[in-house]
């Protein structure tokens, strides 16, 4: 798959492992898994692929967030995209990734 960062630290995150923004500290550990799952999805030909993955826990949102897909970094984290095809090929835009509420535990 194609990815597409909107955000400018979440490009950074993937490809230095820290931003420029103080706003957006993340552990060292949250940041390795965020790579990950980012290299999970690169690796990926279709989204279908992620659904036999377990580990990632995804599934298209619901409510105010319609349209919007997600896989976890881990119990606490989780990356929103949207998925989009685009001439046969999956784009895959990474939106946010955002602390869950303990709602979610």
Known sequence: ????????????????????????RF??????????RIKTL???VGIEELFPLKSLHYEVLKGDKVGISSIRVNDQYRIEFTVKQFMGETLVTI??????????N
């Open 1 to 24: 798959m194609v990815i597409s960062f909107a955000k400018e630290y979440l490009r950074e995150l993937y490809e230095c492992g820290r931003t420029s923004d103080k706003k957006y």
């Open 27 to 36: 552990q060292p550990h949250i940041v390795s898994r965020y790579q990950l």
């Open 42 to 44: 690169e690796r990926a």
């Open 95 to 104: 939106c946010n990734i955002l602390e869950l509420s303990n709602h979610y």
